[in-house]
C-alpha cells in the first residue's frame, strides 16, 4: 500500500499558558532536539510539515468555525527532562510546546526514495 499524505495527531506538553487542554494545534515546524532525524538528513534541514497540508488545516478549522493555534515545537527525546532554562529559551523562540516525536514524522518526508 502507498500513501503520499500523512496526518499525524497526538499530544505534547504545552508551554504557553493561554492554551487550553483539547486545543488543536497545526504545526509549521518541529525543531530538532532529538537523535533519531540526524541519521536521515543533515543537521542543516529544517523539520517542516507539508505547507499544502497546513493549509488545508488551517482553511478547515476556518470553515468548521474550530479554534486552533499554528506554531512551532520542539521534540526531544529525553521525556520529562527540559529544565527551567530551556522552557525559558523555547518561550522567546516562540515555541508552543514540546512532544518526542514530530521531528521525526516531518524529516522522513524529505528522505530521497530510493
Avoid: W
Wanted: charged share 25%; proline share 3%; aromatic share 4%.
Amino acid at each position: 500500500m502507498e500513501s503520499n499524505t500523512l496526518i499525524d495527531t497526538g499530544i505534547l506538553a504545552a508551554i504557553r499558558l493561554e492554551m487550553d487542554i483539547g486545543t488543536l494545534i497545526i504545526l509549521t515546524k518541529a525543531i530538532r532536539g532529538e537523535g533519531t532525524s540526524y541519521y536521515y538528513v543533515p543537521e542543516n534541514v529544517d523539520a517542516i510539515p507539508n505547507k499544502d497540508i497546513v493549509q488545508a488545516l488551517r482553511k478547515a478549522c476556518r470553515e468548521l468555525n474550530i479554534n486552533c493555534v499554528k506554531g512551532d515545537i520542539f521534540t526531544t527525546d529525553a521525556i520529562h527532562k527540559e529544565t527551567r532554562k530551556l522552557v525559558e529559551a523555547l518561550k522567546s523562540r516562540n515555541i508552543i510546546g514540546i512532544d518526542t516525536e514530530t521531528t521525526i514524522i516531518f524529516t522522513i518526508r524529505n528522505v530521497p526514495q530510493n
